[in-house]
């Protein structure tokens, strides 16, 4: 036993061991990593979807107005303006 102490190497047996901890840890980060990117990922895609449908909203608002299918009057701007807050 003290031979293994002053060379600071554990037994084969142990180095083994801790051989397969290492990698049973490694798989567990790697899983827990997989999961995690998966969920981003998922978000992303929804905040994607969200940001090509406010788009295609404000084209389609623009282009009514701009054609005079929709009005704007002084009421909508000044509740535009206070929705924004002091410039």
């Known amino acids: 036993m003290t031979k293994y ?13 801790l051989a397969e901890f290492w990698r049973l840890k490694k798989e567990a ?5 997989d999961a995690k990117l998966a969920e981003v990922e998922r978000i992303v895609a929804g905040i994607e979807s969200q ?9 389609s608002l623009i282009h009514e ?15 535009a303006q206070n ?5």
């Not at 107005?65 to 509740?79: F, H, L, N, P």
Request: glycine share 4%; with cysteine; net charge positive.
């Open 5 to 17: 102490f002053f060379r600071c190497q554990p037994p084969a047996p142990a180095k083994e061991l």
């Open 83 to 87: 929705k924004r807050g002091p410039t």
């Open 51 to 59: 940001i090509a449908t406010l788009t295609a909203y404000r084209n």
């Open 29 to 33: 980060i790697c899983v827990f990593l």
């Open 65 to 79: 107005c701009v054609t005079g299918q929709r009005r704007i009057t002084e009421a909508d701007v000044e509740r």
